[in-house]
């Protein structure tokens, strides 16, 4: 694992390979909208509506009283919105900081 502040990743999943956040955290999980994942991933399945917005809505009010210092909203395939050498400078970061780049 990289060295990676303790971030809370809420990852938003259709059918995307999601194996990919185990490189940076075990403190994850995964919001599951497609096709179950092996077992041993973090998992809450929902119904497949909305875009990652609302996986994020979800997330926050089913947590609110008790959110995590820092949080990570990402789609399981971030890397089509910020390249990963990117993704992997700005995801140190502690404040709001959007997951993009744009070469």
Not at 26 to 31: F, G, K
Not at 52 to 69: G, T
């Amino acid at each position: 694992m990289n060295n990676m502040p303790d971030h809370f990743f809420v990852v938003s999943r259709y059918n995307e390979d999601s194996s990919w956040i185990r490189d940076y955290t075990e403190n994850y999980l995964i919001i599951n909208k497609g096709e179950p994942l092996p077992k041993g991933f973090k998992t809450k399945r929902l119904p497949n509506v909305g875009g990652n917005q609302f996986d994020i809505a979800w997330f926050i009010c089913k947590n609110y009283k008790k959110l995590p210092e820092t949080m990570v909203f990402v789609q399981a395939f971030p890397w089509d919105h910020c390249n990963q050498e990117r993704f992997d400078q700005l995801i140190k970061n502690t404040e709001f900081t959007p997951l993009e780049s744009y070469e």
